[in-house]
């Protein structure tokens, strides 16, 4: 199984710290929007119009104190699945 198989639902954990690119509504461009390693769960999953190979997720992670955050775009290089955190 890979991250395009996972579906809404699945958990998945952040693979680097991911960091608002000035695309995120409600916050500043370089804030940190969820830690290396925070876990998420998949809330959405598409494909961008232009690239329909290329899928993105919108993920809530946790933060420190486990509340899940507002959904964040994610592409398939930013997340890992469980069985590959350690």
């Known amino acids: 199984?890979?991250?395009e198989d996972l579906d809404l639902g699945?958990?998945?954990f952040a693979a680097h710290t991911i960091i608002d690119d000035g695309?995120?509504?409600e916050s500043e461009e370089g804030e940190v929007l969820a830690?290396?390693?925070a876990r998420g769960v998949i809330v959405m999953k598409g494909y961008v119009e232009e690239d329909p190979s290329r899928s993105?997720?919108?993920?809530?992670f946790?933060?420190?104190?486990m509340n899940l955050?507002?959904?964040?775009?994610?592409?398939t290089e930013d997340l890992m699945m469980p069985e590959l955190v350690s």
């Open 10 to 12: 699945d958990v998945v």
């Open 23 to 25: 695309s995120m509504p």
């Open 62 to 65: 946790e933060d420190k104190d």
């Open 35 to 37: 830690e290396e390693g």
């Open 56 to 60: 993105v997720f919108l993920v809530r």
């Open 1 to 3: 199984m890979n991250i």
């Open 69 to 75: 955050g507002r959904p964040i775009g994610c592409w």
